[in-house]
């Protein structure tokens, strides 16, 4: 059995569609970083000195704001669907 060519040209991928999956990964990859530049303001805030703080200490948490940052961009924080939102009505004529 053969596939005919319109059926394959729908399964793949138009360049909208790779577009805007790169526009997801964009937006989620920035979203990770402007989290992790919070929570790394939000640490540095502090409101007294912990006594069992150390540099080894300091690399852990930091890692771990990495990975809270990370996991809360894939969840949908909502500045990557802001900036998602914005950027694939680029180009549109809206007049």
């Known amino acids: 059995m ?9 399964i793949s991928p138009t360049p909208t569609g790779q577009r805007r999956q790169q526009l997801t990964q964009q937006a989620q990859a920035f979203e990770a970083i402007f989290l992790r530049q919070m929570l790394g303001a939000m640490r540095s805030a502090k409101l007294s000195d912990d006594p069992l703080s150390n540099a080894a200490s300091d690399q852990f948490r930091e890692m771990g704001d990495a990975r809270l940052a990370d996991s809360l961009s894939k969840q949908g924080f909502g500045i990557a669907a802001m900036l998602l939102n ?4 680029e180009g549109e004529d809206h007049g």
């Not at 053969?2 to 729908?10: K, L, P």
Request: net charge neutral; proline share 0%.
């Open 2 to 10: 053969t596939q005919s060519i319109s059926t394959i040209a729908v």
């Open 86 to 89: 914005q950027f694939s009505h």
